[in-house]
Nanobody, 116 residues
Framework: QVRLVESGGGLVQAGGSLRLSCAASGSIATINVMGWHRQAPGKQREVVATMTSTGTINYADSVKCRFTIPGDNAKHTVYLQMNSLKPEDTAVYYC??????????WGQGTQVTVSS
């Protein structure tokens, strides 16, 4: 079992920055991929950024050059640094952990609201 606890959401003006945190606990050694997903009202959940256990990082086209997904292995924490935020980035952001055995775990979600 993997437990994910998120923090860092909030309200920000367009052009501003926010950093989300996701702290993992439990069977951390079983995690293959950590990622951030988001779901806007009336839309499907989408992948924002992912990082594999070997360090491969991928970003959705909509956030490239604005978002980064740094990690702190010592703290078992992955971050989502969001810069140049746009109103269309408004969504509930979820942390996800995918294990080597393809089990998927989700955080509780954190609201990000970008005002224009």
């Amino acid at each position: 079992q993997v437990r994910l606890v998120e923090s860092g959401g909030g309200l920000v003006q367009a052009g501003g920055s926010l950093r989300l945190s996701c702290a993992a606990s439990g069977s951390i050694a079983t995690i293959n991929v950590m990622g951030w997903h988001r779901q806007a009202p009336g839309k499907q959940r989408e992948v924002v950024a992912t990082m594999t256990s070997t360090g491969t990082i991928n970003y959705a086209d909509s956030v490239k050059c604005r978002f980064t997904i740094p990690g702190d292995n010592a703290k078992h924490t992955v971050y989502l640094q969001m810069n140049s935020l746009k109103p269309e980035d408004t969504a509930v952001y979820y942390c996800n952990a995918l294990t080597f055995s393809r089990n998927s775990y989700w955080g509780q979600g954190t609201q990000v609201t970008v005002s224009s």
